[in-house]
């Protein structure tokens, strides 16, 4: 049996990298008019204990503006003993090039009352402007960042559309973005193994056709430990086992929105954490 602590690890990884990889009800900015919205509702196993639910809402629109958040939670048993919930949000340009360029990235956590929020600010032209970190109120913003930690970074959330997108588009989900978390830069690298085909089941709404891609980090700059701790740890921990993390696309959508994320699969020393779709909702479908 999984140990609580150990659970809650495994949970909070996998969360971080399911995060990173992909909302609440929160809107965007009132500018932003709604063209096409996909809405997805997950709910993540550990340890055969539903101990996580999560959200997430990808848009764009007329404006070629993209809006995107993901939020988690622990519920159930575990959401008494940690309380832990996360929110994440990215609004940006769709340039013409193909490519996206987030405008802001804001991160929030709560954790047993207390709650950090980051937000980082971007140029369309790609730089990087600046880093707001708010701790219970108090503003704990770092007085200088050094540019080889922030420059021609992206955010995560970015980073994991454009591999959306060209699942969509291409059915493969190659992809590799370099990300500035706050104290640390690191690669993120997307890997096409096969295109499977999902059944539909109890844990799992989605059924047809999905790419099957790994995910790994590689530390590039900053604070990083020097024993992998973590994400990192847990990724390894699934090296160790045979199996990086790994996320299943669909392209659900029939109006030229990207795919999403069906299933997730994280595999540890302790366990295999899985995300499952269990709702959707977009212009033209609904499961």
């Known amino acids: 049996m999984v140990k609580p602590l150990r659970l809650w690890g495994i949970i909070f990884s996998a969360c971080w990298i399911i995060a990173m990889a992909f909302s609440a009800s929160a809107q965007g900015p009132a500018q932003i008019i709604k063209e096409n919205v996909q809405t997805m509702t997950y709910e993540v196993y550990a340890g055969g204990i539903n101990a996580v639910t999560a959200e997430m809402k990808v848009s764009y629109d007329k404006k070629d503006r993209y809006h995107m958040d993901f939020s988690a939670r622990t519920q159930g048993f575990l959401g008494k003993i940690v309380p ?13 090039n193909g490519q996206d360029m987030p405008e ?16 980082y600010t971007y140029g369309k032209d790609g730089t990087f402007k600046d880093l707001l970190i708010m701790e219970e109120g108090r503003d704990k913003s770092p007085k200088e960042l050094q540019k080889d930690l922030t420059q021609g970074t992206t955010d995560a959330l970015t980073a994991m559309l454009m591999v959306m997108e060209a699942v969509a588009d291409q059915g493969t989900c190659e992809g590799t973005s370099e990300v500035f978390d706050g104290k640390r830069r690191f690669e993120m690298s997307f890997t096409h193994e096969s295109e499977d085909t999902l059944s539909a089941s109890r844990y799992n709404s989605y059924e047809g056709l999905a790419a099957r891609c790994n995910v ?28 990086m993390p790994t996320v299943w696309m669909a392209a659900i959508d029939e109006t030229g929105g990207p795919a999403v994320p069906v299933k997730v699969r994280v595999k540890t020393s302790y366990g295999t954490l899985f995300m499952h779709l269990v709702g959707y909702t977009s212009t033209e479908k609904t499961l």
Do not use: C, D, N, Y
């Open 84 to 96: 832990w919930e996360g929110s994440f949000e990215t609004e940006g340009w769709r340039l013409k």
């Open 104 to 119: 802001m990235h804001k991160s929030t956590a709560l954790w047993r009352g207390e709650k950090e929020s980051k937000e």
């Open 216 to 243: 790994e980090v590689k530390p590039v700059a900053g604070a990083w430990h020097k024993k992998p701790r973590g994400w990192l740890s847990i990724q390894e921990q699934g090296r160790e086992q045979g199996s």
